[in-house]
């Protein structure tokens, strides 16, 4: 897939509280395959709310062919933790796929407050899921990797270290009463 713009990742993985014109997911992919050698594929998918969640639709059009022989390491780098119904699909997903783990790096917590996302959450790591909150250090990688940069290296927002490091704490606090 082509890289996405700019202005247009900014946008969308903020990590800020009140994330307004947000409603969309988009999610960076990398797949590791471990077979006889290992394969990387890197993309994006981004959802328009109307058909399915990015987080779905990665299974569903991404990551179709899933061979049990093979391991594979997958890693997301989403501008929004996943919805209840998506973190349920994923679980399902990993429970019947031993052979793939999941890393999940998040800008932003999405509706946090409410139980059935914190359950969620606690679910996903359950299954084996690995929740992480996007730093510095995972914005450089994504702005290398997936965006139409023309050479610009990544400029951090001002806030962009405290708002990870608040949501980090939530994080910590959801999961460790899971």
């Known amino acids: 897939s082509a890289p ?8 969308q993985f903020k990590n800020v ?8 997911t988009f999610l960076c992919y990398s797949v590791e395959e471990q077979g006889a ?6 993309g994006y998918v981004e959802d328009e709310h109307t058909t399915t969640h990015a987080e779905e639709a990665f299974f569903t059009d991404v990551f179709k ?3 049990g022989k093979l391991k594979y390491s997958i890693i ?3 501008s929004s933790s996943p919805c209840a119904a998506c973190a349920s699909k994923i679980v399902e997903y990993l429970k019947k796929s031993p052979n793939v783990s999941l890393t999940i790096f998040m800008a932003r917590l999405f509706m946090w407050e409410e139980p059935e996302i914190q359950q969620g959450l606690k ?3 359950a299954a084996g899921c690995r929740l992480r909150i996007m730093k510095a250090p995972e914005y450089n990688y994504c702005w290398n990797t997936y965006v139409e940069n023309e050479g610009e290296t990544f ?3 001002e806030d962009l270290p405290t708002s990870s490091l608040a949501y980090e704490g939530i994080l910590n606090d959801i ?4």
Request: charged fraction near 25%; aromatic fraction near 18%.
């Open 65 to 67: 062919e899933c061979d």
């Open 4 to 11: 996405c713009s700019s202005p247009f990742f900014k946008f």
């Open 175 to 178: 999961l460790q009463h899971a």
């Open 76 to 78: 997301w780098y989403v």
């Open 123 to 125: 679910l996903l790591k």
């Open 17 to 24: 509280e009140y994330s307004s014109g947000r409603n969309k």
């Open 155 to 157: 400029a951090p927002w």
């Open 37 to 42: 050698e290992c394969q990387k594929t890197e």
